[in-house]
Every structure is written in structure tokens, then in C-alpha cells.
């Protein structure tokens, strides 16, 4: 922990956790998927690699319907209520991400997480870092994702 110029420790959240909500990421794939394909399956896998009908999935939704996912805003409020000087926003339903089966799936759906958070997020604030999802799928396009999340879009 450093001490910060106000006498007060910094604190980094290393383990803060978006939780996805798809039709913020449909966008950032719309240009090669339908959306209403899209929306037909998670955009994650599970854990053994299928992306099964999400009929009934609704991640950053409660039963009511109402967005719990909070946005860059929501982030820094909740920073600045619990005296935390930056975050390490991590994927909830992406941690799943590295059993995607599909290269070039796993290709596209890096480049667009990736995208939004930036977009979304870390461009917002810089007390937000991203941690980049990467195509290990495709060794070659992971090395490029990678390059590109950590130069371009300032993840880990």
C-alpha cells in the first residue's frame, strides 16, 4: 500500500467484477452477428465450452427486471464510498470465456468485450483498469488482441 499526497493509504480493488450485461456488448458485434442471433444464446459459454439457449439468462438483471449493473459512474461512487482509490475490473460471466470452442467466436467476442469495457469504462475514469479477455483460442490472434488491449486500450 502507498500513502497518497493527502497522508491517506491507497487502496486498489484488484478483483472487481463487471457483471455483463449483453445488450450493452451486442453492439460491438452487430456489424458480423444479427442481433437477434445474438440474442438466442449467452454470450459466454459455461464451463465446458457450449453456449446453450439463454432463454431465461438475463445477466445484470434482477428478477424485477430492473439494471443492477453499474456503469463507470456507478464504479467511482461506490470507490468513493468505501475510500478505494482505483479498480481492476475483471469479466463475472467471461471468466468462462477460455472454454469458448469456436476460434473465430472467441476471436470476435475478445474484440468486443474488450472494446466496451474500454469504451465504457476505463476511457471514463482513470481509476478503472480492464483486464482483456484474449483469443487463446488462436495463438496468433491472441498475441495481436493482447498487444492491442494492453498499448492501445491501457488493460492488463
Known sequence: MTTMPNGVNRIIDGDGHLIENPSLIYPYLEKKYPRDGLE?????????GFRRSNSRQRPGFDDD????????V?????????????????PTAGLGYAFTKDPVWAVDLAQAYNNFLYDQYIKKSSRLTGVAIIPVQDPPAAA???RRAVKDLGMV
Open 65 to 72: 427486471g430492473k439494471d443492477y449493473t453499474p456503469d463507470a
Open 144 to 146: 495481436k488482441e493482447l
Open 40 to 48: 438466442n444464446y449467452p454470450l459466454f459459454p459455461t464451463l465446458d
Open 74 to 90: 456507478g464504479w467511482i461512487k461506490f470507490l468513493d464510498r468505501l475510500e478505494i482509490s482505483e479498480a481492476v475490473i475483471y
